[in-house]
């Protein structure tokens, strides 16, 4: 299983960027995919996940409304478009597959793939 993320770079308060995830070896149909992000410093947190299974979607509460997670079957990618992006969201993108019918931020992926950085600053 490979997760190939990318999209990622340098955007201003306000602005939009959209990250991608290319899997393969894994099907986005059959299991969910999510995104985490790590800022300077701190943890590795959850922020999104989509089961394409059923359609469901779920979000950490600080980008709710702002981002929002897709899934491709037929690229068997997913995508995290983010706006209105704040300094706050400045951090290291991953995005990760679930071998679980379900995600959420009490779930652990069981793939990683390669981070992808996105900074937004003036």
């Known amino acids: 299983v490979q997760l190939q993320a990318s999209g990622g770079g340098s955007a201003q308060p306000g602005g939009s960027l959209r990250l991608s995830c290319a899997a393969s070896?894994?099907?986005?149909?059959?299991?969910?995919i999510g995104w985490f992000r790590q800022a300077p410093g701190k943890e590795r947190d959850w922020v999104s996940c989509?089961?394409?299974?059923?359609?469901?979607?779920h979000y950490t509460d600080s980008v709710k409304g702002r981002f929002t997670i897709s899934a491709d079957s037929t690229q068997n990618t997913a995508y995290l478009q983010m706006t209105t992006l704040e300094p706050g969201d400045t951090a290291v993108y991953y995005c990760a597959a679930y071998v679980t019918p379900f995600c959420g931020p009490e779930i652990i992926p069981h793939y990683w793939g390669q981070g992808t950085q996105v900074t937004v600053s003036s």
């Open positions: 070896g894994i099907t986005l149909d059959s299991y969910p």
């Open positions: 989509i089961s394409n299974s059923n359609g469901r979607t």
